[in-house]
């Protein structure tokens, strides 16, 4: 990108940086079930070890040091929240490779990530300081068509066969050459039948004047619009700019009507386990961690539900490119990925987990039968990508959606 569209980029996006669906995401610990909001956000950018976020090297292919950047509580970790504890994937990986990582959890927001780090930096021909950084699908395939990425060393990534095949005929990146999904997961509803009196089937539930004032929506653009598109009989997935704006027009008039209580990070959650609110669009995996004795309930509604995924990148000019490679064969094993989907419950984008949790027993494969983790083909054919927009419209329909959520 040339610096002259970065001021346009920077002065529509900058109203976005909202709560990401990590933001606030802590847990107790391995399994527990149990979930706590964190007293504060994590600033992007932040660095333990003083290392500088950028720098004009050309970059490099190393193999003896690793670094990467990404979202809260989404790699394994012991009790006491240390992602190098013996055990974890972290350690295991520097045990079996001798590749030292320094493992960051500073990617808080898409949109802030990419106007303070990534547009000032790659932009810039600059070196970004993390090996690998795990953007939502959506952005990466806007910081790919920026040619901001290297070309993945599939020879360094055997268990790159491991991927499931859906991702694999992505527009942006047929094959997956330049990307390797992390994690995904679905986004529908979510409600307290102590609060509701009942279940809920249909977006448009939400809008139901009875919940009036007991409704939260995401900050998530493509969650809410995309959600609000199903229930008024449009697919998300085409991106059609006036079934955009026919959406976002009832959005902004339940909201102007005071039907939405708010629109939400992850907080949602402590205000499902207070009672405080009856329902609310919510996210597959959070869901997935709360105590089941609290009754919370979670659906794709009937009309459909959207589906997105974070994916690992390798920025231009990394320095340590073949341990990035091997990072992703490790985690790409069925066994390690198995791991961390028993700590991070979303959905697992590596063939054989499901069969890797089911072999262990227990908790892990009671997990392996949880719909929220691994849906039905049924739930899957109703499940929608957001359609790709223009810069200039997703600008425009950005801007409006900010407007609206305030």
Partial sequence: ???????????????????????????????????????GLLTACGSDDKQPSGSDSSGGKGDKKLSISNWTAYIDQDDNGNFNAAGTTIADFQEQTGIAVTYKEDFNDNDEYFNKTLSPILGKG???????????????ARVVGLDWVEELLLDEIPNHKNLEDN???????????????????????????????GDLKSINDLYDPKYKGQVTFLTELRDTVGLTMFGEGTDPSSANLDDINAAADKIEKATKDGQILKFTGNEYLRSLENGDIAACIAW???????????????????????????????????????AAARWMNFVYDPENAARISEYVQFMS??????????????????????PLIFPDEQTTARLKVFGELSQDDEIAVQSRFNDITG
């Fill in 349 to 370: 984008p590596v063939k054989g987990v499901k069969e890797a949790l089911l072999a262990k027993g227990g908790d892990a494969a009671a997990l392996a039968e949880n």
């Fill in 167 to 197: 991702y694999l005929d992505l527009a942006w990146n047929p094959g997956a050459t330049k990307h390797m999904p992390w994690q995904g997961g679905a986004t529908g509803i979510a409600w307290n039948p102590k609060k509701t009196g």
């Fill in 284 to 322: 597959s995996g959070d869901i997935a961690q709360l105590n089941p004795e609290l009754g919370i309930k979670f659906a794709i509604p009937e009309e459909g539900g959207m589906q997105w995924f974070d994916t690992m990148l390798v920025p231009k000019g990394a320095a340590n490119q073949v």
């Fill in 126 to 140: 600059k070196t970004l300081a993390a090996d690998i950084f795990i953007p939502t699908y959506w952005m990466a």
């Fill in 1 to 39: 990108m040339t610096e002259r569209i970065d001021p346009e980029l920077a002065a529509a996006i900058e109203m976005a940086r909202r709560l990401s669906r990590r933001r606030f995401l802590t847990r107790a610990g391995l399994g527990a079930g149990a979930l706590a909001m964190a007293p």
